[in-house]
């Protein structure tokens, strides 16, 4: 009996501590294979293009040739393959359904609005008549993007007739278009199991990510104090949504985003099985002593069905710096704000970059702790204005 390991995730070297005692064989991307960690997998097997058939052949292979009994992920990617996988070779675990449910972010909204959680109009469409009949009925700004897409990856705001005629859907792909919800972006992340919530910790946004994958500004977050009545309602909102989609039995991590409107509604943004992006993971050991990756993995190889969280810590937020397009000139090499917890500089001066490719791009990752007598803002827009005081860029 084995566990299969699908990853695209930088975490393999920590994998073996969390899964002691399995015998794990996985199917990893290239860009996530440390080769020193190897040796304490029973097998691995490298792709160069994770998003190829290659996957799915080794999927099969592994699964008949190790007698696996349960096929885990951590990345968005993953979730529909794995399920299918595991239906295919009468592994248990989160079936098609439940994963289309969490990744197909049309059939998501769909069941969630059935169940009374407002979201914004949106349709499935193939054409660019299609995108404008849809304006013409809810009106611009309207968002397109890929219905099972992550990171920011592949979304477009279109913000007024002159953007609408100049553009151009990628020929016979169906795109998902929403009506623009304007507001502030929160986040809600934890552990579920059974269509309801275990752990859940709510926190803000200072930009969107579709800010930070199409403008280049930082991705700043921190957590709300508990007594925060938007806190409350967040949790309240997260859990709705989990009910609201089908149940995945096992210990599984969680990623859920909202709208918090000028009118003060809370709209759903979407919700992923699966650990957070970029510094979410960091600040919830920091602030729970739950490592969500571990828990995740765990509750999916069936060792685990509950976790205990450390609740006197403080709570802490996140940075994550991407590149500008241009030559990087000056970068800070260490961050003096209190509550500073880890900084770490990646960037390179001199070095011409590109702009983000996605919404976890970054030059710079920057954790802190947040001062509970201090409101949230306030703290995210003093890291927002350290960075912009400290960094350079040389236009091209």
Same mark, same amino acid.
């Given at each position: 009996m084995a566990l299969l390991l699908l990853n695209r995730r930088p975490i393999l070297a920590e994998v073996p501590d969390w899964l002691s005692g399995e015998s794990v064989?996985?199917?990893?991307?290239?860009?996530?294979?440390?080769?020193?960690?190897? &040796?304490? =997998? #029973?097998r691995v097997e490298v792709v160069d293009d994770y998003e190829s058939g290659e996957v799915d052949r080794l999927v099969d292979a592994m699964c008949a040739e190790h007698d696996v009994d349960r096929v885990l992920t951590t990345a968005e990617i993953d979730v529909v393959r794995a399920a299918r996988a595991r239906e295919r070779h009468g592994i248990p675990g989160q079936s098609t359904a439940a994963a289309l449910a969490y990744r197909d972010k049309y059939r998501m909204k769909l069941l969630a609005s059935r169940q009374g959680i407002p979201?914004?109009?949106?349709?499935?469409?193939?054409? $660019?008549?299609?995108?404008?009949? =849809?304006?013409?009925?809810?009106?611009?700004?309207?968002?397109? $993007?890929?219905?099972?897409?992550?990171?920011s990856v592949g979304v477009t705001v279109l913000t007024d007739r002159r953007a609408l005629a100049e553009f151009s859907p990628p020929a016979g792909r169906t795109l998902l278009v929403e009506r623009f919800v304007d507001g502030i972006v929160c986040h809600v992340d934890g552990l579920?199991?059974?269509?309801?919530?275990?752990?859940?910790?709510?926190? #803000?946004y200072l930009e969107s990510n579709l800010d930070t994958a199409t403008r280049a500004v930082p991705s700043?977050?921190?957590?709300?104090?508990?007594?925060?009545?938007?806190? $409350? #309602?967040?949790?309240?909102?997260?859990?709705?949504?989990v009910a609201a989609l089908p149940p995945v039995a096992e210990v599984t991590a969680f990623h859920a985003e909202f709208f918090l409107t000028p009118l003060d509604e809370l709209v759903l943004c979407e919700i992923a099985c699966?650990?957070?992006?970029?510094?979410?993971? &960091?600040? =919830? &050991?920091?602030t729970t002593g739950i490592n969500l990756?571990?828990?995740?993995?765990?509750?999916?190889?069936?060792?685990?069905?509950?976790?205990?969280?450390?609740? &006197?810590?403080?709570r802490h937020g996140w940075g994550w710096f991407p590149p500008r397009a241009g030559t990087l000139e000056r970068m800070p090499d260490s961050c003096p704000l209190p509550g500073t917890v880890r900084y770490t500089p990646f960037g390179e001066r001199g070095t011409r970059y590109e702009g983000p490719g996605s919404s976890t791009d970054r030059i710079a990752e920057l954790v =802190?702790?947040?001062?509970?007598?201090?409101?949230?803002?306030d703290v995210l827009r003093e890291v927002d204005d350290w960075w912009a005081g400290e960094i350079r860029w040389q236009s091209r």
């Open positions: 064989v996985v199917v990893t991307a290239k860009s996530a294979a440390p080769a020193s960690a190897y &040796e304490r =997998f #029973r979201v914004a109009p949106m349709a499935l469409v193939r054409d $660019k008549d299609e995108i404008s009949s =849809f304006a013409g009925r809810h009106g611009l700004p309207v968002v397109v $993007k890929p219905a099972d897409g992550a990171g579920m199991a059974g269509g309801a919530l275990l752990h859940a910790l709510p926190s #803000r700043i977050s921190g957590m709300l104090s508990p007594d925060d009545g938007l806190a $409350k #309602r967040l949790i309240g909102a997260a859990e709705a949504t699966r650990p957070g992006g970029c510094g979410i993971a &960091e600040a =919830f &050991e920091l990756f571990a828990a995740h993995l765990r509750g999916q190889a069936g060792l685990i069905t509950s976790v205990t969280a450390d609740s &006197e810590r403080p =802190f702790r947040v001062d509970g007598g201090r409101a949230v803002e």
